[in-house]
């Protein structure tokens, strides 16, 4: 996964707690996308971006916010963190049109 | 946005090729087919990627009939260290939104 970075790997928040997780690539890429996952279960889209500036929803928004200010970072926040949000969080990132998603290590994260 | 449906799952013995089939009848003009492939605690990897007939590269080969509405992964000679989830992705990056498909694990057996 060289050239999506997120971080941390791991972290414990407790209920109502907010933070931020970071995501830089160094590829240049326009698109980039934050999904979760939940144990046994598929990716779901949660924010994503077309270039800086541009930001849109995905299809489980809810209680997050991103921005874009750079082309290279796409950090989530987590606004007030609740126990349905424990997931593992991947970041991505992709070219353009007909090329390939580039996926970070994830982030596993413990709401409590 | 076009919807994808997968096998949830497949069991397969080594030495043998594997087909995934993922149907996506909404496909738009513009749409590619991705196919990605998850190992446990990993984020997905791309596999193949076509927008029509047929693509091979050195692991796998994606078959698109004529009207798009689905896509064959074929996997030849699986070894046990192509268990894993598959994704099949539609989409075109220049609208932005790229959802996956719930997948289909791959269970290889010796």
């Known amino acids: 996964n060289a050239g999506v970075t997120q971080t941390p790997k791991f972290q414990v928040l407790k209920t109502g707690q907010s933070m931020t997780l970071q995501c830089a690539q160094d590829m240049n890429h326009e698109y980039m996308s934050w999904y979760r996952q939940d144990p046994g279960m598929g990716l779901r889209l949660i924010h994503y971006?077309?270039?800086?500036?541009?930001?849109d929803q995905g299809e489980v928004p809810n209680g997050y916010n991103v921005s874009r200010s750079t082309t290279e970072d796409f950090p989530l926040r987590l606004l007030s963190a609740a126990p349905s949000q424990t997931s593992v969080y991947f970041c991505?990132?992709?070219?353009?049109?007909?090329?390939?998603?580039?996926f970070g290590e994830g982030s596993w994260l413990t709401v409590v | 946005l076009a919807k994808t449906t997968q096998p949830i799952s497949m069991d397969s013995y080594e030495g043998q090729e594997v087909n995934i089939t993922c149907s996506h009848n909404?496909?738009?003009?513009?749409?590619?087919i991705t196919w990605y492939q998850q190992f446990p605690s990993q984020g997905p990897r791309f596999i193949i990627q076509?927008?029509?007939t047929k693509v091979t590269n050195e692991v796998a080969s994606l078959f698109i009939p004529a009207d798009r509405k689905s896509s064959t992964l074929s996997l030849p000679r699986v070894s046990l260290s192509d268990t894993a989830v598959y994704y099949c992705l539609v989409g075109a990056f220049s609208r932005g939104k790229l959802i996956f498909g719930q997948g289909t694990e791959l269970s290889v057996k010796p």
């Open positions: 909404n496909i738009a003009t513009n749409d590619y």
């Open positions: 076509g927008y029509k």
């Open positions: 971006s077309v270039g800086a500036g541009i930001t």
């Open positions: 991505a990132c992709s070219r353009g049109l007909g090329n390939t998603i580039y």
